[in-house]
C-alpha cells in the first residue's frame, strides 16, 4: 500500500497552522470542485484527494496518529527499508494496542466498498478501524470470529455537502441481504446512525458520518457562512444581487455605500436541522467588493471629477 502524503497534496509544510491549512485547502478545493470541471474524472480524483487531505490534516486527533505514522515510516526508510516492505497492520495493531480498545477490527477498504463511501485504502487502514473482535474474510460482510463477538461496530461513510443539506442514503450488503440506510438530513461530520440487529450475530452497525467540506460554505453548527462578488458600482449605489445558498440563488438588496465585508443575514438560508427538518439555521454573506481592473479615458474622467468633488 503507498503512503499518502497529505502535506504535499495541500501543498503545506509539516509545521503549517490549521489556519494555512484552511486557506490551502479552500483554494485548491474551488480549482478542482466538480461544479467547475463537469465530466472531469482527473480533477474528480483530485478533488477527493484534497478532501481526504484535509479531513486529516484539520483534525487535530487525526493529524496527530497520522504524524505518528508519518515519523514511523520515515525511520523506516531512513534505515534501509523498502517502502514496499512496510507492514501497516502491524504498525496499526501496535499503535492501538496500548489503548487497550475494546471495539472492533474490520477490512476497512472491504467496507468502504459496502458503504458506498469514498476514501482510499491507506485513509482507512489508518483511521477506519480500531480494537479487537472480528475481521472480514471472503464476500464482503462476510465475518469470522477472532477473540469476541463484538454487539457492535462503527465505520466512516463520506458524504457530499449537498447530501448532508437534503439528506441521502447508502447501500449497506452483508452476506444476501441488501439494506438502504437513511441519512437524515442536517447530519454533519461526527453524526452516528445506527442500523440495528444487521451486523455479524445480530450486532448493531454505526455509520460515522463524514461530510466533505464545500469551499462556498463554511458550516458552523446549523448556519453557513459564504462570500458572495459585488461590483464597485453596485456598493456604491445600490442594487440587487443574486447570492448562492444551498436552496438556490436568492436576490439580495443591497444599500447604497456597502462596505466590503459587510455581512447579509439569511434567515432560513442555512443546514436543516436534523431533529428538525422543516427548521433551518441561517447563512451569513459577506460581501466581497471587486474593482474594475481596467478603465477607459471616459471612465477615468469621471473618477477624477468623483475625486474632485469628494476633496
Known sequence: MEYKDYYKTLGVSRSASEDEIKKAYRKLAMKYHPDRNPGNKEAEDKF???NEANEVLSDSKKRAR??????SYSQFQEGGGNPNNFNWNDWV??????????????DASDFEDMFGGGF????????GGGGAGFSTSGRRGQARPVQQRPRTYQQNVQIQFMEAYSGTTRLLQIDDRRIEVKIPAGAKTGTKVRVAGVGPNNSDVYLVVEVVSDPRYERK???????????LYTAVLGGEIKVPTPKGEVLLNIPPGTQPGRVFRLTGRGMP??????QFGDLFARAKVTLPTKLNAKQ???????KTLAE
Open 48 to 50: 477527493k484527494e484534497i
Open 66 to 71: 497520522y504524524d505518528q505514522l508519518g515519523d
Open 93 to 106: 495493531s501496535q499503535s492501538q494496542g496500548s489503548a487497550g480498545s475494546g471495539g472492533v477490527r474490520v
Open 120 to 127: 482510499s485504502d491507506f485513509f482507512s487502514s489508518i483511521f
Open 221 to 231: 453548527g446549523d448556519d453557513l457562512n459564504s462570500e458572495f462578488q459585488v461590483d
Open 273 to 278: 436541522k436534523m431533529k428538525n427538518p422543516s
Open 300 to 306: 477615468k474622467e469621471l473618477f477624477e471629477q468623483i
